[in-house]
């Protein structure tokens, strides 16, 4: 790891810093380097993007120098570069985050999409939804903030992870439309009554364990285990969560899940097993199988 020097040269500009953390980052091998350097001082000088370059010629003060380097040290450790600023962007909403959750990903926002067109379609009527592992309450947060007419509950085992998603909910103003509810959907009591949710919906652990020392060292070292795999072979919640599906979904529901890559076709398998009907799947922007959706009991 390459270790950036204690001192910049005084007096120095933003764009002779943006260079230096760009080199330092590279030379580090870390991923878009130019990106990260960019974002973190964002991040000290509390500006745009857009900032950096109209101001290109302002001297940096050494406390915002020091918080600088300070931030490109961690990154490069690999620490993503939402952890160390503390927030991500979820569909063109700011969320608070940090160890506790995973950081939201452009991924996920295809199952929120997809879920905003079912609730359009489906009309005005009031709707209950169950966001299974809302981590940092990001899926919940974004379809109450976007659809007037539902309320969204959203379940974690993770103590930790409810206290994030209570800062989002916060922070956007959604108390009265997010309750959050702490509990196991594999095992222990609910504090739901049967056919209580029009829709579930959720982003599970779905890394199989055996993949775990393959993925990047910034999902590896730093997002919680227990939001990133099952322990097992990866498909463990969707098994579970179809089987809670046919408990707490209303007949004429719908039940929406997050897939990786190579597990949609596994995945519709389980759900047409466990009598989840009209199973289709949806990819993503990139082509990859990623939404698997059906309906509980009787059709839409």
């Known amino acids: 790891m390459v270790d950036p020097p204690d001192l910049l040269p005084p007096p120095s500009t933003i764009l002779?810093?943006?260079?230096?953390?760009?080199?330092?980052?590279?030379?580090?091998?870390?991923?878009?380097?130019?990106?990260?350097?960019?974002?973190?001082?964002?991040?000290?000088?509390?500006c745009e993007r857009i900032r950096l370059y109209l101001d290109f010629d302002k001297i940096l003060q050494r406390d915002e120098m020091d918080r600088f380097v300070a931030a490109i040290k961690r990154r490069l450790a690999h620490e993503p570069v939402q952890y160390i600023v503390g927030?991500?962007?979820?569909?063109?909403?700011?969320?608070?985050?940090?160890?506790?959750?995973?950081?939201?990903?452009?991924?996920?926002?295809?199952?929120?999409?997809?879920?905003?067109?079912?609730?359009?379609?489906?009309?005005?009527?009031?709707?209950?939804?169950?966001d299974v592992g809302t981590g940092s309450g990001n899926i919940a947060v974004s379809l109450a903030h976007y659809l007037p007419q539902v309320s969204v509950v959203g379940l974690d085992v993770s103590g930790d992870a409810l206290e994030v998603a209570a800062l989002n909910v916060g922070r956007h103003g959604l108390s009265g439309k997010v309750p959050l509810v702490r509990g196991?959907?594999?095992?222990?009591?609910?504090?739901?009554?049967?056919?209580?949710?029009?829709?579930l919906l959720s982003n599970p652990p779905y890394i199989p364990a055996a993949d775990i020392e393959g993925l990047d060292a910034e999902v590896r070292l730093f997002e919680p285990g227990v939001a990133t795999t099952d322990g097992g072979d990866g498909l463990t919640f969707f098994r579970r969560l179809a089987d809670a599906a046919a408990r707490l979904v209303e007949p004429g529901g719908v039940v929406m899940v997050e897939t990786a890559f190579n597990q949609a076709r596994v995945v519709e398998r389980i759900f047409r097993e466990q009598g989840i009907a009209e199973v289709r799947i949806i990819s993503d922007l990139s082509g990859i199988e990623r939404i698997v959706r059906g309906v509980r009991g009787s059709p839409e």
Do not use: Q
Not at 113 to 125: H, I, Q
């Open 16 to 46: 002779s810093t943006l260079r230096w953390a760009r080199d330092v980052l590279r030379k580090g091998r870390i991923d878009e380097s130019r990106l990260s350097a960019e974002l973190l001082l964002c991040h000290v000088l509390d």
């Open 184 to 199: 196991d959907i594999a095992g222990g009591r609910l504090p739901f009554r049967e056919n209580s949710f029009h829709a």
């Open 87 to 130: 927030e991500a962007d979820f569909m063109g909403l700011k969320f608070s985050v940090d160890r506790r959750v995973l950081i939201p990903r452009p991924e996920t926002e295809v199952l929120v999409e997809e879920m905003l067109f079912y609730s359009r379609r489906r009309g005005p009527s009031p709707m209950n939804i169950l």
